[in-house]
């Protein structure tokens, strides 16, 4: 039986990635810091199904006693800090977590374990402020923001340990994948969230935005800037891509997308269609939200994955969007049932 280490195991990724691995037949073991654990997280059913062991990424102690406990055959390094618009005022958390984490992760890959196989958790966002349209693994990274440099970091570090050690570590150029687990300070979970608002004729809603106020508010859902584009595709589809880059005989990295373009207005359009309703109605764009340097259009090109990695996506945006909103419908329904 193969034996899987995931880092950030509680993240909409990693839990996603868990009941795959456990599909598959593996033992699967998650590194996660206590506090973490013992909420409510996107991992919590799988308690009884998987190791626990308790550590932050920020300790190169707490990694290599992970590695020595679990000794896995397979590694996949999903933690970071992942709020791209929330690292300008988290810029040193993120750049310790998020680059400086997985160089502690491969250090001790190369004293612990140097056969396993690691997967690397890379962005689009590396991209940045690009002009080129779509982006393969070629494309040159221009970051735009704190959590895309810290990215950029970690991700070339991949390559100077990939050669300099021998070491197997794929990474995933992974575009934005959402799904119904994804926390709400994600603003497709966000316009999900407004949908099922409106359809439940919640007016102002009891969850919060970055600015400490009712994401839905006096029937209106407040979003920054409509018009930015970007390929979303949905995260189940995403995490068995990373399962295929450490099946391949050689380490390698690989962007991974639908290679399809949507605005933020698009999804407005799909979310609120779907509770049969009109977007313009419920939203609102507030200079407020809107971030200080924004990443420009960015569209994978992901023929590398398809043809080396005989991957495709399976859900459709629309389909995605629909999953998320009729979550949202049934958590809000709980939160209405609780109050009375």
């Not at 612990?112 to 690691?118: F, G, I, L, M, Q």
């Not at 005989?310 to 979550?327: L, S, Y």
Request: charged share 20%; with cysteine; proline share 4%.
């Amino acid at each position: 039986m193969k034996r899987a280490l995931i880092t950030g195991i509680t993240g909409q990724d990693g839990s996603f990635l868990a009941e795959f691995l456990l599909e598959q037949g593996y033992e699967v073991f998650g590194l996660v810091r206590r506090e973490s654990w013992y909420r409510p997280n996107n991992a919590s059913h799988l308690a009884d199904k998987v190791h626990i062991l308790f550590g932050d990424m920020s300790e190169g102690i707490d990694i290599s006693s992970a590695l020595q406990d679990a000794k896995p055959d397979e590694i996949y390094n999903l933690a970071s800090q992942s709020r791209p618009g929330e690292s300008w005022a988290r810029a040193p958390e993120t750049l310790m977590i998020n680059g400086m984490g997985a160089i502690r992760l491969f250090e001790g890959v190369r004293h612990a374990c140097p056969k396993a196989r690691v997967y690397h958790a890379s962005s689009s966002e590396m991209f940045g402020r690009t002009n080129i349209i779509p982006q393969n693994e070629d494309t040159p990274f221009n970051p735009a923001n704190p959590y895309a440099a810290a990215k950029v970091y970690a991700h070339q570090m991949v390559r100077i340990y990939r050669e300099s050690y021998g070491l197997f570590i794929s990474s995933g150029i992974l575009f934005n994948h959402e799904s119904e687990r994804r926390p709400l300070h994600f603003v497709t979970q966000k316009i999900a969230y407004g949908a099922a608002c409106a359809k439940l004729g919640v007016l102002n809603s009891l969850d919060l935005n970055e600015c400490g106020h009712p994401i839905v508010s006096e029937g209106k859902l407040a979003l920054g800037n409509l018009e930015i584009s970007r390929d979303w595709g949905y995260a189940v589809d995403f995490v068995k891509a990373m399962w295929l880059m450490l099946q391949q005989e050689q380490p390698d990295d690989f962007v991974v997308g639908t290679g399809e373009l949507h605005t933020l207005r698009q999804l407005c359009q799909f979310a609120y269609e779907h509770v049969g309703l009109g977007w313009q109605d419920h939203v609102v764009s507030d200079p407020a939200l809107v971030r200080p340097l924004e990443t420009s259009q960015t569209l994978a090109d992901a023929s590398k994955a398809r043809h080396v990695l005989n991957w495709q996506p399976t859900v459709t945006f629309e389909q995605m969007v629909g999953k998320m909103v009729d979550a949202q419908i049934v958590r809000i329904e709980l939160q209405l049932r609780d109050r009375k």
